[in-house]
């Protein structure tokens, strides 16, 4: 799997977009990107992934280059409780068989009130 | 919605002792993963299971065994327990099969194991 490269800390303010920036230049054509995030001591939580496209759901955006060697993360109005450790994950998509995450180093966001 | 389930929450174990882990997946759901998170470290994947088999092995010691039952429920068992297990154990759980080339995992609150 790809390996990734986040800042290690990030401060946004309270109800503004919290961009948080990934690079996987290394990524191949059938690895897909993944955000998790982990509160303080709580398990890890999925948030989005994405092979190509940006990507949206009801908690965030991906945004991913054209030549998907970085992406972005995106929320669009932070709050306290996005308060947490945000893990950029490449990883190949697989069927039939379990396929692991490898977290990294992460990026702190703290969001500031 | 349904949830991982974890038990026990927090466990407290002396050296030398034994501990068992349970993890019981979002029903519907195959695929078991156990990760290990140290003292202000990330999560380690520790082990996997898909379909009752095991799928991936991580940094396992060879200590701990683990073994995923008909019920797709999941034990983490682990000897001779020393300072340095003390972690944070986390289980997760995915559908697997052929559904989607690629699937989120969804992880339960964790076990606390402390030993001394």
């Known amino acids: 799997d790809a390996k990734t490269t986040q800042p290690p800390s990030m401060d946004c303010a309270e109800g503004r977009a919290a961009n948080l920036p990934c690079n996987h230049s290394?990524?191949?054509?059938?690895?897909?990107v993944y955000w998790y995030r982990q509160i303080h001591s709580q398990g890890p939580q999925y948030i989005i992934h994405g092979l190509k496209n940006n990507e949206t759901n009801e908690m965030a955006s991906l945004i991913i280059t054209e030549d998907r060697k970085s992406s972005t993360l995106i929320l669009p109005h932070a709050t306290l409780r996005d308060t947490a450790v945000y893990y950029c994950?490449?990883?190949?998509?697989?069927?039939?068989?379990?396929?692991?995450?490898?977290f990294g180093s992460g990026t702190q966001l703290t969001v500031l009130p | 919605a349904a949830g991982v389930i974890q038990s026990p929450r927090h466990l407290i174990k002396e050296k030398r002792e034994t501990a068992t882990l349970k993890c019981y997946p979002i029903p519907r759901h195959d695929t078991v993963y156990w990760y290990q998170q140290g003292p202000g470290q990330d999560p380690q994947f520790l082990i996997s299971?898909?379909?009752?088999?095991?799928?991936d092995k991580g940094s396992i010691p060879d200590r701990f065994s683990a073994q995923q039952f008909s019920d797709y429920h999941s034990e983490l068992n682990m000897s001779s327990l020393e300072l340095g297990d003390s972690a944070l154990y986390f289980c997760?759980?995915?559908?697997?099969?052929?559904?989607?080339?690629?699937?989120?995992?969804?992880f339960g609150p964790g076990t606390r194991l402390t030993v001394t």
């Open positions: 290394t990524i191949s054509g059938n690895e897909y």
């Open positions: 299971f898909y379909e009752k088999m095991q799928s």
């Open positions: 997760a759980s995915s559908p697997g099969g052929w559904v989607a080339p690629s699937y989120e995992q969804y």
């Open positions: 994950i490449v990883r190949v998509g697989s069927s039939g068989s379990a396929r692991q995450l490898t």
